[in-house]
């Protein structure tokens, strides 16, 4: 059985193939460029009584990662290792990405640091930071 790309309909052959090129070039120029690293999906968002923050970790285990604060600075990381266990297998495209990780964020002042969440579920970190009532700035209206 032989492996067959999946093409896009209502494409044109000749940027089909200019694409995959162009794709193929990069992809693989930066991918053999840093083996050993990965920067995992994060997104941030914010609340009126906290902020959370998901990170794409799918293949780990809670055991593999890291989540630090310090100095208002949110650190999580960790590694994801490759596992070739199969004798005789060969791989024509491989496009997960593993090595170690570390994404870093700083925290504003108004976080209460006693109340961070941390729970792995699915292959998403998810952490929640709940603000501190006490820290938020108030506007002060000039008389």
């Keep these: 059985m032989a492996l067959i790309k999946y093409s896009r309909p209502n494409t044109d052959l000749f ?3 200019f694409n995959d090129i162009v794709d193929e070039f990069f ?9 050993d690293s990965f920067m995992p999906s994060v997104d ?4 009126n009584t906290q902020f959370e923050v998901s990170v794409e970790l799918p293949g780990l285990k809670k055991e593999d990662i890291n989540v630090n604060l310090e100095k208002s600075r949110l650190t999580i990381s960790g590694e ?3 596992k070739n266990e199969e004798e005789g297998k060969n791989f024509h495209r ?4 593993y090595g170690k990780f570390s994404r870093s964020f700083y925290l504003p002042d108004t976080i209460d640091e006693e109340s961070i969440l941390a729970k792995y579920e699915d292959g998403i970190l998810n952490i929640t930071i709940n603000k501190s009532e006490e820290k938020v700035k108030k506007q002060i209206e000039i008389a």
């Design 94 to 97: 491989l496009e997960t990405q």
């Design 15 to 17: 940027s089909r193939n």
């Design 80 to 82: 994801r290792k490759f």
């Design 44 to 47: 941030v968002s914010e609340t």
């Design 27 to 35: 992809n693989n120029s930066a991918s053999n460029y840093r083996k």
